[in-house]
């Protein structure tokens, strides 16, 4: 089975090219609308949540001056509440979007099969099985991060001033690098479970570590190939960036000479637009290039084949 998976990882490159160029522009053009709809959820979310929490901030201090003062001033239950408040509202943000991109995971199935569900009907399908997933990792990852801390926060409490401090830190910072490295190969098909084979939150996180653990040589070699194909596809992007990056430093520093500041607002307007515009493009040719490789290896592995 190994070998196979092995073999797989290779041979699907062939096939998943050829259904990446024939299906790319209707893949891009889902994908694209994907990340602007997950980005203006997000931005409709905070403003929403900015202004639940700027009313009575603002009736209480008087003025937007004032609200600073009367934040310090709310003591430290004020500040907790706060606090609370913006937690929740991260985490409410944090799940929406993550709901929304992961249809990318669907949209790539139904595109094998040639079928098209639409965002808005598989955000409402999957959107309390993104939440558990969310809870489910941040409590693995949260978990797995404090354990490592136990042993580095005791020799420090006790002994302060000691060497072996220092070293347990190093340590952690070692064990820390090597948990997330193997949480995310274990835990790589965790989503294709869940949101495509319709299993339990727990049950597709064991079935993504079975697949890893009985196929380590096939994935490794899988996801080396998908490190590679990512940077490979990343290097055009990164030189535009470094492009626009340039021209716009370059046109702050003309406007800065010539005391041009009525310049730098639409400057500035244009270089947020260009980088979004260009997040966006990347992250859709990401998912039109490289989803029907990772959906294709996945589905190879033998025991995780798609039920719906």
Do not use: C
Not at 6 to 34: C, E, G, H, M, Q
Not at 108 to 132: D, M, N, V
């Amino acid at each position: 089975m190994a070998k196979d998976a092995l073999d797989n990882a290779v041979d699907l490159i062939s096939p998943t090219i050829n259904f990446a160029r024939n299906n790319f522009k209707d893949l891009f053009v889902k994908f694209f609308k994907v990340e602007l709809v997950s980005s203006l959820a997000g931005i409709a979310l905070f403003l929403l949540f900015s202004i639940i929490i700027m009313i009575p901030l603002l009736l209480f201090a008087g003025s937007l001056e004032k609200i600073p003062a009367s934040v310090i001033g709310s003591g430290t239950l004020g500040m907790f509440v706060l606090f609370v408040y913006a937690a929740i509202a991260i985490f409410i943000i944090t799940w929406i979007q993550s709901a929304f991109s992961s249809t990318a995971v669907i949209i790539t199935k139904e595109q094998f099969e040639g079928t098209y569900s639409g965002i808005w009907p598989i955000f409402h399908r999957i959107k309390f099985q993104a939440l558990s997933l969310l809870l489910a990792r941040f409590l693995l990852v949260f978990a797995g991060v404090l354990i490592g801390l136990i042993l580095p926060i005791a020799l420090i409490f006790f002994m302060p001033e000691s060497i072996i401090s220092a070293i347990a830190i190093l340590f952690w910072i070692i064990y820390l690098i090597l948990f997330l490295l193997a949480f995310a190969f274990l835990t790589q098909f965790w989503e294709w479970e869940l949101f495509i084979n319709r299993k339990g939150v727990i049950e597709s996180l064991k079935a993504s570590i079975s697949l890893a653990r009985k196929n380590i040589i096939g994935v490794f070699v899988f996801d080396l190939l998908f490190v590679v194909a990512s940077i490979v596809i990343g290097i055009p992007f990164l030189i535009v960036y470094l492009i626009g990056e340039t021209v716009f430093r370059v046109g702050v520093f003309a406007s800065m000479s010539f005391s041009s500041w009525i310049l730098l607002i639409p400057a500035l307007i244009i270089y947020i637009i260009f980088r979004a515009g260009l997040a966006f493009i990347q992250t859709a040719v990401d998912g039109a290039l490289l989803n029907p490789y990772f959906y294709s290896f996945w589905k190879s592995l033998g025991p995780a084949k798609p039920s719906v």
